[in-house]
C-alpha cells in the first residue's frame, strides 16, 4: 500500500501514469489487482487517452458546462454555496467521474490499452495536495 | 463477505458508512481492499461528502434536473416509460454513477478521507429494500 | 485472468454476461472478487437491466444527446475533432462511465441482481474489436 501525492493548480486533468509504474515496478512481477482511491470528494481519478493533450482540454471544458460554478443563473438552486462557486460543481463532478479505479496486473505490468493514462480531474479553481492511495492485492 | 439491506423512502443519498465500520471491525487488522457491489439497476453507490447535508440535497436536485421524469416534455423519446415515469431515469442515472466502490482497508481501517461518507444515491420515488454486497479481500 | 473479445457494430449496449459466467465457471467454486477492466477510451463496462431491451435504446439515445456529435453547434468548442464527430463525445462518455467494475462472486457464482446483466457500452460509430480484460482474486 502506497499514497500519492499530487499537486493540482485548478481545474484539469493531471497525469500520474509513471508514478504508478514506478512504484508497480518494486512490487514484483506476479499477476494481481492494482486499485486507486482518492480520498477527495471534490476530485476525480480518470482513465483517458493520453496521445493527444486537446482531449483533456475537451473534457475539462465539457464537464464545465455540464455543470456550471454556482455564479450561473442555472445554478440558482443549488444551497451549498459559501466555500466558493467551484464547490458544489466539485461534488457533482465527483458523483459522476470514479473515485475508485481497479487495473489488473499481469506478470507485474499494468493491463492498460496502449492510449489509456491514469488521471487526476481536479475539480476545484484554487491549488490542492490531493492523496491517492494504491493497493496491489493478489 | 455479506449484505447490507438498506431501506429507502424515496429518492436522495442514505449513508451507511457506520454499518460498513461496524462490519468491518470484526474482520481482523490486516490490510485488504473492501468492495460494495450494489445488486439493482435503478440505484447507486456514491462517496461524498459528509459534513453539511445541502451537498446531499444538491446531489438529489442537480441529477433530478439533468435527467427529468418522462412526463418531462424533453424525455419524451424515451421508450421505457410502463413503469413509471421515474423508472428509465433512474437507470440512466444509475448508468452515470458507480454500480460497485473499491475502498482500501488499511490495518482494518477504511482509507476514507476526512470529509468522505458511503452512500446508497436512491433514484426511484417509491420505498425499495436495497442489497449492497460487501466483500473484503486480502 | 482472461480477455473477452468483443465485437462492436456502432453505438450501443452489447452484453456478454453470457461469456463473463462460462469463463467463471470454469474457475473453481470459492468466493472472491472479479474485477473487468476495458483497455480503450471510446467505450464503456456497464451493469444495466437486462429484462426490457428498450433500456438499452433508451440509454444510447440519453447520452447521444447529452454528449452530441461535434457537428453539433452546442460542441463547437471542442478542439479535439479530426479523429471524426463521434471521437471526443466517446471519450466524455467514457469518462462519464465506468471503465472497470468490481463484482463480488460467491461460491463460484456473480452476486448479481436478478435484473443485472454485464455490457460493453460502445460509443464509436464504426465497428470497433473492444478488450475486456478480467481478473479473479480470492
Known amino acids: 500500500m502506497t499514497t500519492f501525492n499530487i499537486s493540482t493548480r485548478g ?3 493531471y497525469e500520474f501514469t509513471r508514478d504508478v509504474r514506478a512504484w508497480l ?19 476525480s481519478l480518470l482513465i483517458q487517452e493520453n496521445a493527444d493533450p486537446e482531449v483533456q482540454t475537451d473534457l475539462r471544458n465539457f464537464f464545465a458546462r455540464l ?11 443549488l444551497t451549498h454555496t459559501y466555500e466558493g462557486p467551484d464547490d458544489m460543481p ?7 467521474m470514479p473515485v475508485s479505479l481497479s487495473i489488473p496486473v499481469q506478470q507485474g505490468e499494468l493491463a492498460l490499452g496502449t492510449w489509456q493514462g491514469i488521471y487526476l480531474f481536479e475539480h476545484r479553481d484554487q ?3 490531493r492523496q491517492v492511495v494504491a493497493y496491489l492485492s493478489h
Chains 1, 2, 3 share one sequence.
Request: proline share 9%; net charge negative.
Open 11 to 13: 481545474q484539469g486533468l
Open 25 to 43: 515496478a518494486v512490487q514484483g512481477d506476479g499477476d494481481g489487482l492494482l486499485t486507486l482511491f482518492v480520498r477527495h470528494t471534490s476530485c
Open 67 to 77: 455543470v456550471p460554478p454556482t455564479t450561473d443563473p442555472s445554478m440558482s438552486y
Open 90 to 96: 466539485a461534488h457533482i463532478k465527483a458523483a459522476m
Open 127 to 129: 491549488p490542492h495536495q
